[in-house]
């Protein structure tokens, strides 16, 4: 996963938008200007406060560099830092017209005191702006939010949303309860009145829950895979908790957490709700006819069966305007556009899954 | 549509228990005076899982006007043997006493479940086998209790909850697979949970139903354990039944470990193989639930080619759980050999045990070679 990538003419190449890609700060001081001194020393002093027991590492360490690519280091700084090496080495040599920006846990969706989670909030969204989106207009911003407080995220959310940069919303699917829950419905709401999807992107710890269902696992090829099973709960708790019969418009983007298991899942809650919907009345149709509404996928980490044409069959069920090209630059298992496809999918097909369905979706010019 | 012939093997029927004032005859003195004393002999121990009048825990035409569904074996037989031409059919008792904190009289009612189950069930019906019920809580206590019963060879396997207290590849639990390998004992995995912690990653959710549909991730995580622990390799003789999970959501995990593992061997150096081949020998399914469409028969050929083995699934009603209708317990679409697999040749394969009771000619399908 570390091929040095091939250098191709620029007619060979595939206009992609990349809806997963990584900024990093390269010393935690680089938020500072646009965190209050409060906060700015609250950092210093104590850092972030999240639910897990190792303080600024993973407890499931990753299986090289930290899970960057070894490539994507910069001279100074972490993988993801140094805009220059992101155009020189992925956007420009990759054709990405548009990459949407994911930065994560810093800005204090994990974090449990939810003024710090605030504090932070503001502060990476106005980071992004300055450090990524206002020198690089190819890159799109997401308001980075804390679920747990509800009533900040939607503040946060309407000082955002006349700000074009920005296209989306990102929260944690791993919640502190499971995100259908009445406690995030604001949230919801909110999206839906700025029009902008929700982005869910599998994250480390936020709610404290094990992250599965059966306990924790004990290596990290298990922590890989909780992702996907992971985003499969939420996914759940979103349909059959009636959030998309609440908000009709709400768009909700599953990201980095796998997208083969979405038909299975959604013959599964079809047959099991048709059982048990006197439960969830307010769940009135079939659960599969809400995810094909509301719900678009990430490609990377991308399934690779043996026989390829077993993916394709899984996007038809799923629907080719629902699935979106992604990278996951700069980490480690980054999906190259040109070799991710191991079938040979129509014109149409490719335009949409590369490109076509983030322009829509995310109103793209 | 329905069995074809009869001699299908059902590897999943749940018989319900009496209150546990019936296992005050199988409990030794101490054990009885806490039970009566305390009045837990009063209580029902109904898992969480499976609410005795939601629709899913029992269909409509097999409730009784009193007493649980699948309570009285004059109904087993009426309900779930006879209308499908069962030659056996494997007891999966659901006893809540696994989901109690106290670990003593969890194996003191597990241990307590399996007498009555041989003696109350197995003694009185010669199609009934049975799984062994074992306290997780304390892998000790569940050795014991395998050791204690495996000399009974009507009991096939190892019984344990989708989600206990860890996941069930952990090293910890590792004596109660060399137990249940040493004696021929399949380790069966069935839908439900002790709720002692959230039941899926994103925390506690708010209805039943969310929590069924869940049961699926919880299975996967536990393959994945079991695959990453190296379980496959240390026990290369033990077979792991995925029991009342579905099957249809197998292909994203054969094909995301194959992939996963590629960039994360040197982790787990001890899988020498691609997971999905590994899994494809070791693991089998039960037929119900069938989580794919009705009425759309390709779709689900299309998930069995990807699933890429007719090995691995085993026939089950389910009994007396609603997942289908009528007599219609195999999904549309099947092909005449995988019928055969499903509901003979893959049971059999799976409960070596199964053949001792069983001659050749008990398990021919009428107009075919005899079963190998």
């Not at chain 1, 992925?90 to 003024?115: A, C, I």
């Not at chain 2, 009193?66 to 007891?91: E, H, N, V, W, Y």
Request: hydrophobic residues 40%; charged residues 25%; contains cysteine.
């Amino acid at each position: 996963m570390n091929v040095p990538l091939r250098h191709q003419s620029a007619s060979q190449r595939t206009i992609i938008v990349d809806c997963d890609i990584h900024p990093a700060y390269r010393t935690p001081k680089d938020l500072h200007p646009f965190l209050p001194a409060r906060w700015r020393e609250h950092m210093v002093t104590f850092g972030e406060h999240l639910r897990q027991g190792l303080s600024g590492q993973l407890a499931w360490p990753r299986m090289m560099a930290s899970g960057m690519r070894v490539d994507a280091f910069p001279e100074q700084g972490p993988p993801g830092s140094d805009l220059a090496l992101m155009r020189k080495q992925h956007l420009d040599p990759n054709g990405v017209e548009y990459g949407m920006l994911m930065q994560l846990s810093k800005g204090g969706m994990e974090e449990r005191n939810l003024d710090l989670a605030a504090a932070l909030s503001h502060a990476v969204n106005d980071w992004q702006l300055a450090t990524f989106v206002e020198p690089e207009p190819r890159l799109r911003a997401g308001i980075v939010v804390p679920q747990e407080d509800a009533a900040f995220a939607v503040s946060e959310i309407e000082h955002r949303a006349d700000d074009a940069r920005f296209s989306q919303i990102l929260i944690s699917p791993r919640s502190s309860d499971p995100l259908g829950h009445r406690r995030y419905w604001p949230i919801f709401e909110a999206a839906q009145a700025a029009d902008r999807p929700i982005a869910l992107h599998v994250q480390g710890f936020s709610g404290g829950h094990a992250s599965t269902g059966a306990g924790w696992p004990t290596y990290y090829m298990q922590e890989h895979y909780a992702a996907s099973s992971g985003m499969q709960n939420t996914l759940t708790s979103l349909v059959l908790e009636g959030v998309f019969e609440r908000f009709p418009k709400l768009k909700v983007v599953l990201i980095e957490g796998g997208f083969v298991w979405a038909p299975a899942l959604c013959w599964r809650m079809d047959k099991h709700w048709e059982r048990m919907r006197a439960e969830t009345p307010e769940v009135k149709r079939p659960p599969s006819e809400y995810v094909r509404e509301h719900c678009w996928f990430t490609t990377q980490p991308i399934e690779e069966p043996d026989d390829p044409r077993h993916l394709a069959e899984i996007i038809d069920w799923i629907g080719w305007d629902r699935v979106m090209f992604s990278t996951d630059y700069p980490h480690w298992d980054f999906d190259d556009p040109q070799q991710v496809l191991k079938f040979q999918p129509s014109e149409e097909q490719k335009r949409k899954l590369f490109r076509d369905n983030a322009k829509v979706l995310y109103g793209l010019a | 549509m329905k069995l074809p012939y009869p001699g299908a093997i059902d590897c999943d029927l749940h018989p319900a228990m009496p209150g546990v004032g019936a296992l005050l005859p199988y409990l030794d003195e101490y054990w009885r005076d806490q039970l009566t004393n305390r009045h837990i002999d009063r209580t029902a121990f109904n898992l969480t899982s499976y609410p005795p009048n939601a629709p899913l825990s029992a269909r409509p035409d097999w409730r009784q006007a009193s007493g649980a569904p699948g309570g009285d074996l004059a109904m087993i037989r009426a309900q779930a043997l006879d209308p499908f031409g069962t030659k056996f059919a494997i007891c999966n008792v659901l006893h809540g006493a696994v989901a109690l904190f106290n670990e003593d009289m969890a194996a003191a009612l597990c241990a307590a479940v399996n007498d009555w189950t041989a003696h109350e069930l197995l003694d009185r019906e010669p199609r009934l086998r049975a799984s062994i019920l074992v306290p997780m809580h304390n892998p000790a206590l569940a050795v014991a209790e395998i050791e204690r019963k495996a000399g009974d060879r009507r009991f096939v396997q190892v019984l344990i909850l989708a989600m206990g207290e860890m996941l069930l590849g952990r090293r910890i639990y590792w004596p109660i697979y060399a137990a249940a390998e040493k004696h021929g004992l399949a380790i069966g995995i069935h839908a439900g949970s002790t709720y002692h912690h959230a039941p899926t990653a994103a925390g506690w959710p708010a209805h039943r139903l969310e929590d069924y549909v869940a049961q699926s991730t919880a299975f996967e995580s536990q393959l994945l354990s079991f695959l990453a622990e190296g379980v496959f390799q240390k026990f290369s003789a033990l077979k792991i039944v995925l029991i009342e999970s579905g099957f249809t959501w197998l292909p994203t995990l054969l094909w995301r470990t194959s992939k996963t593992w590629r960039g994360v061997r040197p982790e787990v150096p001890w899988i020498d193989r691609p997971p999905a081949d590994i899994i494809r020998e070791r693991v089998r399914l039960t037929l119900q639930p069938v989580d794919a469409p009705r009425g759309e028969p390709q779709v689900l050929a299309r998930t069995l080619a990807h699933i890429g083995s007719d090995a691995m699934l085993l026939f089950s009603t389910d009994y007396p759980h609603w997942q289908f209708d009528g007599e219609d317990v195999l999904p549309e679409g099947l092909c005449d050999e995988a019928v055969r697999k499903i509901i003979i040749d893959n049971p059999l394969d799976t409960y070596p045990r199964l053949r001792e009771g069983a001659t050749i000619g008990d398990n021919r399908p009428i107009n075919q070679e005899a079963v190998r």
